[in-house]
């Protein structure tokens, strides 16, 4: 059973920063596109940043120069470095990964449970 497990949510003051982390866990055979997401009560799901195997890189508008999406294949983890933190990216974030897996060797996609993020003016 593969399952993606995120943690370092909360609640920072506007300008403050926070680091978001994700591990897979799990039978996995490789990972590829891994990214964070985040989506509030009633909008539709956002993508804020996805980073390749291989390093590449994909930000969301509102987000870039702010936040830093990085990765470690070793240890099968994505993180999230979120800096000059806005009242407007208080949403619940969820980590997001394509994952090859026994028997399912053309991948699925695994979501997070998801972490809140909270940002006060």
């Known amino acids: 059973q593969v399952q993606l497990v995120e943690s370092g949510g909360g609640l920072v003051q506007a300008g403050g920063s926070l680091r978001l982390s994700c591990a897979a866990s799990?039978?996995?055979?490789?990972?590829?596109?891994m990214g964070w997401f985040r989506q509030a009560p009633g909008k539709q799901r956002e993508l804020v940043a996805t980073?390749?195997?291989?390093?590449?890189?994909n930000y969301g508008d509102s987000v870039k120069g702010r936040f830093t999406i990085s990765r470690d294949n070793a240890k099968a983890t994505v993180s999230l470095q979120m800096n000059s933190l806005k009242p407007e990216d208080t949403d619940v974030y969820y980590c997001?990964?394509?994952?090859?897996?026994?028997?399912?060797?053309?991948?699925?996609?695994?979501w997070g449970q998801g972490t809140q993020v909270t940002v006060s003016s």
């Open positions: 799990g039978i996995i055979f490789s990972i590829n596109d």
């Open positions: 980073i390749t195997r291989g390093g590449l890189t």
């Open positions: 997001n990964a394509h994952i090859s897996s026994i028997g399912r060797p053309a991948g699925d996609d695994y």
